[in-house]
């Protein structure tokens, strides 16, 4: 009696492995049907004839084949497939879990968050005729993933050379004064990580890209202000910056704190220029205030001569003063003082 149930339990733990199994094989062959439906229908008889072998050949050998069919794309990245060269009706796959064929499929990650490069300082002909070099920054972010894969070999690339011929062919359109700045001008921006899921998912590169967003937006605000406004109002331009910056890397997980202008150069012919003018300027100040002095001094003489006209005997004490004065001065001259009466009196005749 034990024998025999021992034996029907053995039954029915052998029943219970072969219905797992089975739902393992149904469960295999549903998800690669739900593959086929979503193939190209244009991929022939031999083509078909390839993926049915492809199936039977990854049934048979599940359960290890299950781990060379599931394909895992991170939150940031979208899967193109290939079967037999043929783009998967649908669209990307992704993020998360997706199946493939072994021996038919093959796939493409695309990233899809937003990539910074700079541009190489290009030789630009302006419009009155002036060589300048200039450089420039571009962020991008693919949006169409299929259209990146199937319509272009290397969309980065691309985009690149496309970011220097367009940089030529608009500065191309400007004059010189239109594009250059007479000032060299250094900041200092505090920044932190918000959130860290959109700095991770939304950008290639969250620290580099608010380095070079910080230096064209300092570029930027620098370009609608005059050069008194640059070096008097430093903490309005760097409120301006520091909210610009904010709202730009929201998207990013960024969190702008805080900007500081912290030092405005100038070139050095400017320099010279603007100190030629300071010195002309305490120049013109200082004659005019010899000139005020001289006509002061000679309303106050005018003055004093008209009072010691009226009094003779005032003359005589400045007479006499001027002879106390000369007498201090240690000098071998003689004078001999003669009474201005008598002086009158030889003049007259």
Same mark, same amino acid.
């Given at each position: 009696?034990?024998?025999?149930?021992? =034996?029907?339990?053995?039954?029915?733990?052998?029943?219970?492995?072969?219905?797992?199994?089975?739902?393992?094989?149904?469960?295999?062959?549903?998800?690669?049907?739900?593959?086929?439906?979503?193939?190209?229908?244009?991929?022939?008889?031999?083509?078909?004839?390839?993926? #049915?072998?492809?199936?039977?050949?990854?049934?048979?050998?599940?359960?290890?084949?299950?781990?060379?069919?599931?394909?895992? /794309?991170?939150?940031?990245?979208?899967?193109?497939?290939?079967?037999?060269?043929?783009?998967?009706?649908?669209?990307?796959?992704?993020?998360?879990?997706?199946?493939?064929?072994?021996?038919?499929?093959?796939?493409?990650?695309?990233?899809?968050?937003?990539?910074?490069?700079?541009?190489?300082?290009?030789?630009?002909? =302006?419009?009155?005729?002036?060589?300048?070099?200039?450089?420039?920054?571009?962020?991008?972010? #693919?949006?169409?993933?299929?259209?990146?894969?199937?319509?272009?070999?290397?969309?980065? +690339?691309?985009?690149?050379?496309?970011?220097?011929?367009?940089?030529?062919?608009?500065?191309?359109?400007?004059?010189?004064?239109?594009?250059?700045?007479?000032?060299?001008?250094?900041?200092?921006?505090?920044?932190? /990580?918000?959130?860290?899921?959109? +700095?991770?998912?939304?950008?290639?590169?969250?620290?580099?890209?608010?380095?070079?967003?910080?230096?064209?937006?300092?570029?930027?605000?620098?370009?609608?202000?005059?050069?008194?406004?640059?070096?008097?109002?430093?903490?309005?331009?760097?409120?301006?910056?520091?909210?610009?910056?904010?709202?730009?890397?929201?998207?990013?997980?960024?969190? /702008?704190?805080?900007?500081?202008?912290?030092? #405005?150069?100038?070139?050095?012919?400017?320099?010279?220029?603007?100190?030629?003018?300071?010195?002309?300027?305490?120049?013109?100040?200082?004659?005019?205030? +010899?000139?005020?002095?001289?006509?002061?001094?000679?309303?106050?003489?005018?003055?004093?001569?008209?009072?010691?006209?009226?009094?003779?005997?005032?003359?005589?004490?400045?007479?006499?003063?001027?002879?106390?004065?000369?007498?201090?001065?240690?000098?071998? =001259?003689?004078?001999?003082?003669?009474?201005?009466?008598?002086?009158?009196?030889?003049?007259?005749?």
């Amino acid at each position: 009696m034990e024998y025999g149930r021992e =034996t029907t339990s053995m039954r029915e733990e052998e029943r219970k492995k072969r219905q797992i199994v089975k739902q393992d094989y149904l469960y295999s062959y549903l998800s690669f049907v739900l593959a086929l439906e979503n193939s190209d229908n244009d991929i022939g008889l031999c083509g078909w004839i390839l993926v #049915v072998f492809s199936i039977i050949l990854t049934l048979v050998t599940l359960p290890l084949s299950i781990w060379m069919c599931i394909k895992i /794309v991170k939150e940031y990245e979208r899967a193109i497939i290939f079967r037999l060269g043929r783009i998967l009706r649908g669209g990307a796959k992704g993020p998360g879990l997706f199946f493939i064929l072994p021996c038919t499929d093959s796939f493409i990650n695309v990233d899809m968050r937003t990539i910074t490069f700079d541009i190489p300082p290009q030789e630009v002909l =302006t419009k009155d005729s002036v060589t300048v070099s200039v450089d420039g920054v571009v962020y991008y972010r #693919v949006q169409n993933a299929t259209l990146a894969v199937a319509n272009i070999t290397n969309a980065d +690339a691309a985009t690149r050379l496309l970011a220097q011929t367009t940089l030529r062919n608009v500065l191309g359109t400007k004059n010189l004064a239109e594009i250059l700045s007479d000032l060299s001008v250094d900041g200092v921006v505090y920044y932190r /990580v918000q959130n860290a899921t959109l +700095a991770v998912a939304n950008i290639t590169n969250a620290d580099a890209a608010t380095r070079l967003l910080a230096q064209t937006t300092l570029r930027n605000v620098l370009g609608t202000k005059n050069l008194a406004e640059i070096l008097s109002d430093r903490e309005e331009i760097a409120h301006s910056m520091q909210s610009t910056l904010d709202d730009a890397t929201d998207d990013w997980g960024i969190k /702008v704190e805080r900007v500081e202008i912290k030092d #405005v150069k100038l070139p050095l012919q400017l320099q010279r220029a603007m100190a030629a003018e300071a010195e002309a300027s305490r120049e013109a100040r200082a004659k005019v205030i +010899a000139a005020e002095g001289e006509m002061n001094a000679s309303r106050a003489l005018k003055e004093a001569s008209l009072v010691i006209a009226e009094s003779p005997s005032a003359l005589q004490l400045r007479y006499l003063q001027t002879l106390n004065t000369i007498a201090a001065e240690k000098n071998s =001259t003689i004078i001999f003082p003669l009474p201005i009466d008598m002086m009158q009196s030889f003049m007259k005749h």
